[in-house]
């Protein structure tokens, strides 16, 4: 009995993960959590963009020109 108490002390963090991945799966709110990730990317990216105009519009020939 005090090896099981033992294994789930120390992998109780990873248990409990596990569960909320299952229940996250479950319920389909995987699918939000991806689109508010997306949404946070695209914020950030076009807030670089913004800041540095100059810097990704050379950026973006240099690639084009590689092409």
């Known amino acids: 009995m005090n090896e099981i108490r033992d294994f789930f002390m120390k992998y109780r963090g990873s248990i409990l993960g596990a569960l909320i991945a299952?229940?996250?799966?479950c319920t389909g709110f995987?699918?939000?959590i991806?689109?508010?990730?997306?949404v946070g990317?695209?914020?950030y990216v076009g807030n670089?963009?913004?800041a540095n105009k100059n810097?990704?519009?050379d950026k973006l020939?240099?690639?084009i020109?590689?092409?």
């Open 61 to 63: 020939k240099k690639f």
């Open 48 to 50: 670089y963009v913004q």
């Open 30 to 32: 995987y699918r939000l």
């Open 22 to 25: 299952i229940l996250i799966l």
């Open 34 to 38: 991806i689109g508010i990730i997306l």
């Open 55 to 57: 810097e990704v519009k």
């Open 41 to 43: 990317m695209g914020i």
């Open 65 to 67: 020109d590689k092409l």
